[in-house]
T-cell receptor, first 112, second 116 residues
Framework: DTGVSQNPRHKITKRGQNVTFRCDPI?????LYWYRQTLGQGPEFLTYFQNEAQLEKSRLLSDRFSAERPKGSFSTLEIQRTEQGDSAMYLC??????????FGPGTRLTVT | AQTVTQSQPEMSVQEAETVTLSCTYD???????LFWYKQPPSRQMILVIR??????QNATENRFSVNFQKAAKSFSLKISDSQLGDAAMYFC?????????????FGQGTRLTINP
């Protein structure tokens, strides 16, 4: 068990560019979550997958954001036409059961 | 919508002493889960302790215990015998027990400093 991994760990991009982040959950965890954390704040929920199905999306997930989890394994989060307000830490978590979520180290996005 | 409030942005404690972090929440639901997570500097978030709302007994994990007051919607974390490794951001989180409700709702966090 290597834990939840996220890549890249850091991403610097220019405003207007597209970025994609990857999350590899703990193997056999069928639940996967994305959160966004801005400096000095607690994480905010973005979206949730059970296996390959995206079952819940936050209003924070605007049209520029899209997430996928093909085959119920790894997940990707894409942000199109990035804005400076997208700068944040993007956290992924996975869960084998209803009430435990195991977090990855996060991807820190800086939009210049 | 549920909200979680941590009114202490920062706390400090002497090594080996006891500290209590406060958390209040607002919900109209009767069944839910509450959590404390620890986020060390530049490291990933770790679950410290979990409390099911239907359980009257307060959860305990080694040096960590909670004081769960359901009627007051209060959920504080007590850390006994504080150690240098306890220094971190601590987040209180709420999760509904309802069907399809999977997200964690986090408070703003409390930064805990341990003084040697």
């Amino acid at each position: 068990d290597t834990g939840v991994s996220q890549n890249p760990r850091h991403k610097i991009t220019k405003r207007g560019q597209n970025v994609t982040f990857r999350c590899d959950p703990i193997s056999e965890h069928n639940r996967l979550y994305w959160y966004r954390q801005t400096l000095g704040q607690g994480p905010e929920f973005l979206t949730y997958f059970q296996n390959e199905a995206q079952l819940e999306k936050s209003r924070l997930l605007s049209d520029r954001f899209s997430a996928e989890r093909p085959k119920g394994s790894f997940s990707t989060l894409e942000i199109q036409r990035t804005e400076q307000g997208d700068s944040a830490m993007y956290l992924c978590a996975s869960s084998p059961r209803v009430y435990e979520q195991y977090f990855g180290p996060g991807t820190r996005l800086t939009v210049t | 919508a549920q909200t979680v409030t941590q009114s202490q942005p920062e706390m400090s404690v002497q090594e080996a002493e006891t500290v209590t972090l406060s958390c209040t929440y607002d919900t109209s639901e009767s069944d839910y889960y509450l959590f404390w997570y620890k986020q060390p500097p530049s490291r990933q978030m770790i679950l410290v302790i979990r409390q099911e709302a239907y359980k009257q007994q307060n959860a305990t994990e080694n040096r960590f215990s909670v004081n769960f007051q359901k009627a007051a919607k209060s959920f504080s974390l007590k850390i006994s015998d504080s150690q240098l490794g306890d220094a971190a951001m601590y987040f209180c989180a709420y999760r509904s027990a309802g069907p399809g409700a999977q997200k964690l709702v986090f408070g703003q966090g409390t930064r805990l400093t341990i003084n040697p």
